[in-house]
């Protein structure tokens, strides 16, 4: 699959370096979100759990620039595992959804007729509810959990995927150059690796780019509920609900983790709009 | 026959099977619980005997199909059972918050289009600083979550418009005043996001429309400008944005159990959340069978809208 | 000139095309068009006829410049602002697009997008500007035109859209049409129709009709005088037997010579050799004179416009002034 996705590593690669400057500063705050998460051990001033009863509902200091909460836990470095957990419950989904969504629309977009049918049929089925709803609906089964609301996002999202991934492998599909490969007697499986693939995937990274933004804010939604993330892991839509209980005497727990996740958010979205003018020039993604 | 009236019927044709799936969907939750549900309803009083009864109750050992139809003849009349921990009618408890979800939604959704379609306009074809002010909005209502924003409101107002209470609800019939009261920082919050959406795609669709030729043809006549934005433009403009708005409905819907959850308001959403935490399945799925059917119904309501703004969808051949 | 609605006077066009360059699309031209007249504007594509059109109605790309004068019944509409111009499209100079389908509002009835056309222009009730429309309707052929009123446009064939976008140009007896390629678009039995159904019309009200077309043989079918077009300038004019019997300017002859009716079935069509010069930079010279079989040395100055015998005008140092015959540049 090397030349799969030398193509497309070439060409995100190419994108980024050409990007309008706002899906460069999208694309810069993730690297820079990431890497906090994944250094968090390192970067946190505090540890994330440890209570300090001297410093309950603290004011931002130099100490702890985002103050501490009602157990006296620092607030930035609850934030930064924060971070951790969030991203990687919204990156582990999406990417799970987009790697079952791309075989999925690609066959279906490539062969079409019954194939097409038997393929989105069902996935057009969990359409049917609205994403949060289906989410909880999903949880209401199995009980809450990280997990849950990971597999529960990706469940969401992978329907809208393949279905951008179905209408772009068409769009490739009908190109000169892949009936040029079939003329020249390709087996399907070869055209679709060298030729469709290679060319249909821009659109679902951009689709996958915008949905990551949004999969934080139901994340942070479940969480909030109680349906997600469990406590003590830090959380940020957790975060949140923890913060109403002290809002009018220490304002700040509630407001950094809200300012954080829309600092993701909008990264998502820059990328993702960004991204769009490369990699889907033809608009699959609305 | 008139080519509305088909595509009206052939639209709510499709519809059925639609409900049909959601209806099983949701139907099958209970069962597919792993373990036995009805032993984590009870929690700690689960006892054989208690077990036997209420798996008697809810007929969790007849035939698969046959539980299905006595479920769904049972809706079809309005009934879903008892909430197996008060015993009371679960129709009646639906009854009672779905006119609050209902208030909460629309209530927004009506905001958020009154005030997000003249922005977007304005954001289409406006001057600079319209242009910019707007884009700010918008990146700002799609980032922030609308939670947070209600608990920002909420912060913001308790100190100085104590008017405005962070919780409670009354109901319209019994205090039209007191329940505007109650719902206007939960409306708020919901509409903020979803106007930063509507005039993101008025503008969009606003702009594809201005860069078609008839838009020149229409200056050639000599049509004033006013008279080309508001009345030609934003009718060809407002078939996606009429689609957005159905589809959008359901994400008010999510958003609704939250807002709800958060202002402690009497709606389904919070039902369906407090119902969950507490294993209350009949009642889950009382409540996500409700949300869901309001959930097509507005789809349907807006495909046929869009249908009737433009001649040329419900003239096709298809919807 | 007393009688022409229409007078161009040196028009020029320039229009910015970014990176601080300009293509001028228009090069000084000259032409009239009179009362019930018929004009052809004829030229292959890019010759920068459109653009003429565009700068009679004040429908030009933005930022673009007008040098010149474009005279309505005596009038300089260079002056007019953008809501002068408003108040005259439509009611004094109407316009007449290549593609029905994309002139007309696709969600708006056929009847009213006709009554607005009146309405923009006359305090008039909603009644009676509809049952004006109506008028209007029948008058351009649609059968039944009460009844189909409220349709659509998609409801239409290609050529009763365009009847009705006719209707709606002709609602206030313009003094000036401004057809750009109106039959192009459709098919060739309905093309005489729109065309005789076009001279009627204007014949009727007194309206001057500038014709700007690609098609010799419409031009043939219908005009009464034609202006031949090349690189954004006239170079030659006459009544349209004059200029098709006997073509003065190599072009003209060309143009003629390449018409696929002209030749029975032997031999190849001619070509024009060469391409039509960059207008970002114009050439000082004739410019024609590349491609012209006939070119010399006097071509590298441009060739000024003199009338000639048949009283039309030709810009070919192949016919310079007589000794008695007055410039007109």
Redesign the interface.
């Known amino acids: 699959m090397s030349a799969t996705t030398g193509s497309v590593v070439r060409r995100s690669r190419s994108a980024v370096a050409a990007l309008p400057r706002s899906a460069r500063a999208g694309a810069l705050i993730l690297l820079a979100l990431a890497v906090v998460a994944v250094l968090a051990p390192l970067l946190a001033p505090h540890d994330p759990n440890a209570i300090d009863s001297a410093r309950v509902l603290g004011a931002p200091d130099l100490a702890h620039p985002f103050g501490s909460d009602a157990l006296g836990r620092d607030v930035l470095s609850r934030t930064i595992y924060a971070f951790r957990t969030s991203l990687s419950i919204v990156f582990g989904a999406v990417a799970v959804a987009s790697v079952v969504a791309l075989p999925l629309g690609t066959l279906a977009g490539y062969f079409g007729g019954w194939v097409d049918q038997v393929i989105s049929r069902p996935l057009d089925?969990l359409l049917?509810?609205?994403?949060?709803?289906l989410a909880?609906?999903l949880?209401?089964?199995?009980g809450?959990g990280s997990l849950v609301a990971a597999l529960a996002i990706a469940l969401i999202y992978l329907p809208i995927l393949a279905r951008v991934q179905r209408a772009s492998s068409l769009v490739v599909s009908q190109a000169g150059f892949v009936e040029g490969g079939r003329a020249r007697g390709w087996s399907s499986f070869a055209v679709l690796r060298r030729h469709v693939v290679p060319n249909a995937l821009g659109p679902l990274l951009v689709q996958a780019a915008i949905l990551a933004?949004f999969a934080v804010?139901i994340e942070?939604?479940l969480s909030?509920?109680?349906?997600g993330t469990q406590p003590p892991t830090a959380s940020l839509g957790l975060m949140?609900s923890d913060?109403?209980d002290v809002?009018?005497q220490a304002?700040w727990v509630?407001?950094f983790?809200?300012l954080a996740?829309?600092?993701i958010?909008?990264a998502f979205?820059l990328l993702g709009d960004g991204l769009r003018r490369h990699l889907d020039p033809q608009g699959v993604v609305s | 026959m008139n080519p509305r009236l088909r595509f009206v019927l052939r639209r709510l044709a499709l519809t059925v099977p639609?409900l049909l799936?959601?209806s099983v969907?949701?139907f099958l939750?209970i069962r597919?619980?792993?373990g036995d549900p009805v032993r984590t309803m009870l929690g700690f009083r689960a006892t054989p005997a208690s077990v036997a009864q209420v798996r008697g109750q809810l007929h969790l050992d007849d035939p698969l199909w046959q539980q299905y139809r006595d479920w769904i003849t049972g809706v079809l009349h309005g009934s879903f059972g008892q909430d197996f921990v008060s015993k009371a009618p679960l129709s009646e408890l639906l009854a009672q918050r779905i006119p609050v979800t209902l208030e909460l939604t629309l209530l927004a959704m009506l905001l958020a289009v009154a005030a997000g379609v003249p922005l977007g306009v304005r954001a289409a074809v406006g001057g600079r600083w319209a242009r910019r002010l707007t884009e700010g909005f918008v990146?700002?209502g799609?980032?922030?979550?609308?939670?947070?924003?209600g608990?920002?409101l909420?912060?913001l107002f308790?100190?100085t418009m104590t008017w405005l209470p962070p919780s409670g609800y009354v109901a319209f019939t019994a205090d039209p005043g007191g329940n505007l009261q109650y719902m206007i920082l939960p409306v708020l919050t919901l509409a903020v996001a979803e106007t930063a959406y509507i005039i993101r795609t008025t503008r969009g669709s606003m702009l594809g429309v201005m860069g078609?030729?008839?838009i020149?043809?229409?200056?050639?006549?000599?049509?004033?400008?006013r008279s080309i934005v508001y009345g030609?433009a934003l009718?060809?403009a407002a078939a996606p944005i009429a689609t957005v708005v159905g589809i959008q409905f359901?994400?008010l819907?999510?958003?609704a159990?939250?807002v709800e959850?958060?202002f402690a308001l009497p709606g389904v959403g919070r039902l369906?959340?407090t119902a969950?935490?507490q294993r209350n399945?009949p009642v889950?799925q009382a409540g996500?069978f409700v949300?869901?059917t309001l959930?097509?119904l507005v789809s349907l309501l807006t495909d046929l809208v869009v249908g009737f703004?433009?001649?040329?969808v419900s003239?096709k051949g298809q919807s | 000139m007393s009688g022409a609605v229409l007078e161009l006077d040196d028009l020029t066009v320039r229009i910015p095309v970014g990176g601080g360059r300009w293509v001028e699309a228009v090069g000084g031209v000259t032409l009239a068009v009179g009362a019930s007249e018929i004009v052809g504007l004829v030229g292959e594509s890019g010759c920068g006829k459109s653009t003429l059109g565009g700068a009679v109605?004040g429908?030009l790309p933005v930022g673009s410049r007008v040098g010149g004068q474009v005279l309505l019944r005596g009038y300089d509409l260079r002056g007019l602002g953008e809501e002068g111009y408003?108040?005259?499209?439509?009611?004094d100079i109407?316009?007449v697009?290549q593609?029905p389908s994309?002139?007309?509002?696709?969600?708006?009835p056929v009847g009213a997008q006709v009554a607005?056309?009146i309405r923009?222009?006359r305090d008039v009730s909603r009644r009676t500007a509809r049952e004006r429309a109506v008028d209007l309707l029948r008058l351009v052929g649609i059968p039944d035109p009460r009844a189909r009123y409220a349709d659509?446009p998609?409801?239409f064939s290609g050529g009763m859209k365009q009847r009705v976008?006719i209707a709606?140009?002709l609602a206030n007896d313009p003094a000036v049409l401004i057809a750009d390629e109106p039959t192009t678009a459709l098919d060739v039995t309905i093309q005489a129709q729109i065309l005789h159904l076009l001279r009627d019309l204007t014949v009727r009200t007194g309206t001057g009709v500038l014709l700007i077309t690609h098609d010799l043989g419409v031009v043939a079918q219908v005009c009464d005088r034609v202006a031949v077009m090349y690189a954004g300038q006239v170079v030659e004019q006459g009544t349209v037997r004059e200029v098709f019997a006997r073509p003065l300017h190599p072009y003209t002859r060309a143009l003629l010579d390449s018409q696929p009716a002209a030749h029975h079935r032997s031999g190849d069509l001619p070509v024009i050799p060469g391409r039509v010069p960059d207008l970002t930079d114009p050439p000082a010279g004739c410019r024609f004179a590349q491609r012209c079989a006939q070119a010399h040395d006097r071509c590298a100055t441009a060739p000024p416009e003199v009338r000639t015998a048949s009283g039309g005008r030709v810009a070919c140092w192949l016919h310079p002034a007589p000794a008695t015959a007055e410039e007109t540049r």
Not at chain 3, 86 to 91: C, E, N, S, V
Not at chain 3, 102 to 108: G, V
């Open positions: 089925m049917v509810l609205p994403a949060l709803l909880i609906s949880i209401a089964i199995v809450p933004g804010q942070a939604a909030f509920l109680g349906l949140l913060g109403r809002l009018t304002p509630e407001i983790p809200g996740i829309a600092l958010v909008l979205n | 639609v799936v959601m969907f949701i939750i597919l619980v792993p990146v700002f799609i980032s922030v979550p609308d939670f947070w924003l608990i920002m909420v912060l308790a100190g078609r030729p008839f020149t043809y229409l200056r050639a006549k000599g049509t004033p400008e030609h009718r060809n359901g994400v819907l999510g958003g159990i939250v959850t958060l369906i959340v969950i935490n399945y889950v996500l949300v869901a959930f097509i703004i433009d001649p040329r003239d | 109605m429908l408003r108040k005259i499209r439509g009611d109407a316009l697009s593609d994309a002139s007309l509002d696709p969600t708006y607005e056309a923009n222009h659509p998609h409801r976008v709606a140009a």
